[in-house]
């Protein structure tokens, strides 16, 4: 399983950014996928989950009404949409895989200047 993550970067507190991770060896349809963070000082935390069956998502408190998780299916990419990001959300974003096991993409690095 490879989970190839990309389109961190540096920007400003109120800015956007969409994370992308492109899924292979293992079938997107049926897993459960999800972003996650990690900043230097704290444990790897949930961002937000999508699911297999109906794509119903879930998000941490955080995340609510500023992210959106999507996936395609036809492209095995899980998107994160983030918006009017602030310095907090500084940190590794991590792709995560819920089938047959946990399997966690490589990191793409999100830093927002304030």
């Known amino acids: 399983v490879q989970l190839q993550a990309s389109g961190g970067g540096l920007v400003q507190a109120g800015g956007f950014l969409r994370l992308s991770c492109k899924a292979s060896g293992i079938n997107f349809r049926l897993g459960t996928m999800g972003w996650y963070r990690q900043n230097s000082e704290a444990q790897r935390e949930l961002v937000a989950t999508?699911?297999?069956?109906?794509?119903?998502?879930d998000y941490a408190d955080f995340a609510k009404g500023r992210f959106t998780i999507s996936r395609n299916h036809a492209t095995r990419t899980t998107y994160l949409q983030m918006n009017n990001l602030k310095s907090d959300d500084t940190a590794v974003y991590y792709c995560?895989?819920?089938?047959?096991?946990?399997?966690w993409g490589q990191g793409t690095l999100v830093t927002v200047s304030s």
């Open positions: 995560n895989a819920q089938y047959s096991g946990t399997h």
């Open positions: 999508i699911s297999n069956g109906d794509s119903s998502t």
